[in-house]
């Protein structure tokens, strides 16, 4: 299954096959956001259709803010019409009566006739309701098919991105392991000269040469103890796995992986808290930032 951004935009444009010049044009844009919220800007012949149009939406979209409009025309600028004899009669009654009421308004035009003509309400020139209704519902399909497809392409983008990250971030803990034994070492070392020098200081009366040594040796242990990050490496490659999982998987993962993006930063903050070399500080920088990047994207996943 796919993985799918939020963002997008998609259109479609259908008309009716025994009357071309009914036409039903539909357009779609969505942003991410929490869950699925709906906006409709629709034309009073089609403000009916709301429920249906939502439920398609509903049907094809999980999650975003998405503003579907639709634009109903009926009849074509580009035709010649040829207005009935009757309409045109009636207009010279109307166009009379104007004149002896307002006798400076000027005379109409032929192109004003025409236009006239095209906007005219006759029965011919109508599509039956249920003609028109289906034909915008099968535009908003369309529509929302061609959304999925565009967010399909964001989403493998964004996809390519994120294993991008997480390669990054497997590296640099694969680098952080042999980083603290390391930095264990060199504390224990430290422990040991201070003892010495404590001891030397002191001179040797009342103070146990052997003892002493134990007690460093003891320190330089619980130093190690707190600073042991082996759990919080585990828990991270854990989530790292679980994401590239997800990733795998597709579908509606958005919420799933932002509660991860969360617990990879509180592994990296844990390791940047314990560390007691410059270089591990380092790693949990690199690491806090490749996340940083990791929770933008999360965000505009369905």
Request: charged content about 25%; aromatic content about 2%; hydrophobic content about 50%.
């Amino acid at each position: 299954m796919a993985v799918y951004s939020m963002t997008g935009y998609a259109s479609a444009a259908l008309a009716l096959e025994n009357r071309p010049a009914v036409r039903v044009a539909a357009e779609l844009r969505s942003v991410n956001g929490r869950f699925l919220d709906v906006s409709l800007r629709l034309p009073d012949e089609l403000r009916h259709l709301e429920p249906l149009l939502r439920e398609q939406l509903a049907g094809g979209l999980k999650r975003g803010k998405v503003e579907l409009r639709l634009a109903l025309v009926q009849g074509d600028a580009s035709s010649l019409v040829s207005p009935p004899p009757a309409w045109l009669a009636q207009l010279a009654e109307v166009q009379a009566a104007i004149a002896a009421t307002l006798p400076a308004a000027p005379p109409l035009s032929v192109a004003e006739v025409l236009q006239l003509a095209r906007s005219a309400p006759t029965a011919d020139a109508q599509p039956d309701d249920d003609a028109r209704d289906a034909l915008a519902q099968r535009a908003a399909a369309q529509a929302i098919a061609a959304l999925r497809e565009a967010r399909a392409r964001e989403g493998d983008k964004l996809s390519a991105m994120l294993r991008e990250r997480l390669a990054a971030l497997r590296t640099l803990a694969t680098k952080a392991q042999p980083l603290l034994p390391a930095a264990v070492a060199r504390q224990q070392a430290r422990f040991l000269e201070r003892w010495q020098e404590a001891l030397a200081s002191a001179g040797s009366g009342g103070v146990n040469a052997d003892a002493a040594h134990e007690r460093a040796l003891a320190e330089a242990a619980a130093f190690a103890i707190r600073i042991d990050v082996a759990e919080e490496l585990t828990r991270l490659e854990a989530h790292l796995a679980e994401i590239d999982h997800l990733l795998t998987k597709g579908g509606e993962l958005g919420k799933r992986l932002d509660f991860l993006i969360q617990e990879l930063h509180r592994e990296a903050n844990t390791l940047g808290s314990k560390s007691a070399a410059l270089e591990l500080t380092a790693v949990s920088v690199d690491m806090k930032v490749l996340i940083e990047q990791m929770r933008e994207q999360v965000q505009n996943i369905e």
